[in-house]
């Protein structure tokens, strides 16, 4: 009687033991891939600590209505204004995630950047729109003293074909009055030299300080393997028709990242896919780390700054080569030379 309660006791143990594990894979595994994603990857925290962070540096972004408290930039927001009418509505998701890939203080690429915030309802966005939305931004700098005009200029939003003519207007404007503008959009034919921008990610389970653990999104690389393409053949076929348009092609992280949410100020959500809207936010943040170690560059010089730092295999960009790169120019003197010679330093 005896050894048969202690072996009902055993089997109890056993499968208060196993529920016990399967709590904590539901909800540890979950907080620790929160977590590890919020990295920037890249090297990107490396030279925050040797304090190049985006300090110095104004930025911008024209997205959704922002919750302006939520804990990742609340402290970064140094101008906010809704250019749209939100009363009655809830709170963006996107703008959020944006905001933080971009100035968050553990998830963005530039964390001591101040930003300037533009709200516009993107569910009613027209060109013409778009377009007034990044006049306000160039006119407003203005009325900025020297040091805290916006230099950068993010939108998560892309247009076509005819719509090209009023925001391409508008933009050339911007980088002519020294306001650098990445939208996501393809090509990035406004720019000298062109570029062809796309995303690409890593698993937080993998070291995303190291170029190759970057590959597609799932779904990218499910719809071409049931296309009976490789990755890496579609990767290859891409580049080439890239080069073939006079495009550079530069990849970014766009996907398995943790961004701001817009539930409360201290919510957060897992992005698997991320999309195009995640890699202006970035290269922006890039940029704004470029800018911190070399001031004087000009809207006009910072493509070719992207084009030559895009050196990690297919031509994912390397943030420490950019701000080397900038460092760098400080003594040549412009971009040219730089892009011209970027062939051969890919690996």
């Known amino acids: 009687m005896f050894g048969v309660s202690r072996k009902a ?26 977590e590890r ?12 600590a040797q304090g190049v962070t985006g300090r110095g540096v104004s930025v911008a972004i024209i997205d959704g209505q922002l919750r302006r408290d939520h804990a990742e930039y609340a402290n970064r927001v140094v101008h906010y204004e809704e250019l749209d009418d939100f009363s009655g509505l809830p709170f963006d998701m996107h703008g959020p995630a944006m905001a933080s890939l971009l100035v968050g203080r553990s998830v963005g690429v530039a964390p001591d950047a101040a930003l300037h915030y533009f709200a516009l309802d993107f569910a009613r966005l027209t060109p013409e729109r778009l377009a007034a939305a990044i006049g306000h931004v160039v006119d407003r700098n203005d009325t900025l003293r020297p040091n805290e005009r916006v230099r950068l200029l993010s939108v998560s939003t892309g247009y076509r074909g005819e719509e090209r003519v009023v925001v391409d207007a508008a933009i050339r404007r911007a980088m002519e009055r020294d306001v650098f503008v990445l939208l996501s959009v393809y090509p990035l034919d406004y720019l000298d030299p062109p570029l062809a921008i796309r995303g690409l990610g890593c698993s937080p389970w993998r070291d995303c300080d190291r170029p190759e653990a970057f590959g597609v999104s799932p779904g990218e690389a499910a719809f071409w393997r049931a296309d009976g393409v490789s990755v890496g053949e579609a990767l290859a076929r891409r580049a080439a ?10 990849y970014a992280p766009a996907h398995h990242r943790t961004v701001a949410g817009h539930h409360h100020p201290r919510h957060y959500r897992y992005d698997v896919e991320g999309g195009d809207s995640e890699w202006p936010p970035y290269l922006t943040g890039v940029l704004a780390l470029a800018l911190q170690v070399a001031p004087e560059l000009h809207a006009n010089e910072l493509a070719g700054l992207l084009a030559a730092g895009a050196v990690h295999g297919p031509g994912l960009v390397a943030p420490e080569r950019v701000v080397e790169l900038a460092r760098a120019l400080t003594a040549t ?12 330093e890919h690996r």
């Open 37 to 48: 994603a919020k990295d920037p990857g890249l090297g990107v925290r490396g030279l925050h």
């Open 9 to 34: 006791a055993a089997v109890l143990l056993s499968a208060a033991l196993v529920a016990l594990l399967g709590v904590a894979l539901v909800v540890m595994v979950p907080r620790a891939r929160l």
């Open 241 to 250: 028709s890239d080069a073939a348009l006079g495009y550079v092609t530069v």
């Open 333 to 344: 003197g412009g971009t040219a030379g730089i892009v011209a010679g970027k062939e051969g």
